[in-house]
């Protein structure tokens, strides 16, 4: 029956030709839940892809910003309950709401009959991260989860040259994340606490270095080592500072380190270097050499979204990718079993820093 389901599914949404003629697939219906601050993001990348969707819902625990979202798109209606949405039987759902929510609606939409395409990380732990996963099996549904840097044009032509060989052996990795976040940045009734942001600079900003790493290098962490201090935003429970040494299956350790207390968003930069080659990421410009190559740049070719600079310019072309591969009926990019492997990374590092021991994967 799931088979049956399946490609009755891929059938509905797939582009088909009839007489000669192209027609158009049918637009997803869509909704989200979470109208905060990253919301402003969604609402520009709905409008780029208005080709595949139709903003059907909008949903916040304040009704006045679902509404002001629901606002920006003809017959969008908006509530404070998730329950509402489903109701009106949507066919994805995008989740933006606050990390330990994360699980709850993930599941209650999948279960509702919903695609879902969670913002990161997954989970804040990797026991809910797995009843996610099997949850979607369950449902037959497909479950995304937002890494929009992996598709900075550099990263991935970095990936690439590093899968084919021609960086040689990898020899090793660093990133580096100094940017600020006021004391007013916690003034919410989520951020800065264990039990609902489930960290600090680590799960909420550097996790995007420690993905990009990871999916460059295009192995597995054996180990970590990992350090956390809180030094300067004193008003917090979580971290504001990190390090950690992580050591890949391929023999390479890379050097982890953020801050969020610099006096201003600096560049992230992340370098993987080999034997034959190297790269090196500054915000979203990579420059690459190779051995007896002249050194190039390639740079980004997506223009800036609104909102804050530091979400980068890559939620519109992530979104537009999932809702294509649901079109075509293939498994989405960034699947739930890769964003987990993430997610044991950023918990193994504050385990190691906790109990002060090396973490074994």
Known sequence: MRRKALLRWQLENLYYRKAGKEQKMKKFRIGIIGCGRIS??????FKNISD???????????LSRAQSFAAEFEGCQASNKLEDM?????DVVHVCTPHFLHKEHVIASLKAGCHVLTEKPIALSLSDAQEMMDTAKACNRQLGVIFQNRYIEGVQEAKHLIQSGAFGRICGAWSSLNWHRPPSYYECDWKGSWEKEGGGVVIDQAIHSIDLVRYMMGCEAKNIQGHIARRILTNIEVEDEADAA????NGAVYAFSACNYYIKNSPIRIEISGEKGRCLLTESEMEIELEGQKPYKVMPKTNSETGESYWGSYHTVQIRDFYEKLAQGQPVSVDPRDATKTLELVLGLYTSAKEHRKVEF
């Open 52 to 62: 595949l969707v139709e903003v059907c819902f909008a949903v916040d625990k304040d």
């Open 86 to 90: 489903l109701a009106s039987k949507p």
């Open 40 to 45: 402003v993001v969604y609402r520009e990348s």
């Open 246 to 249: 992580i050591t890949f299956e």
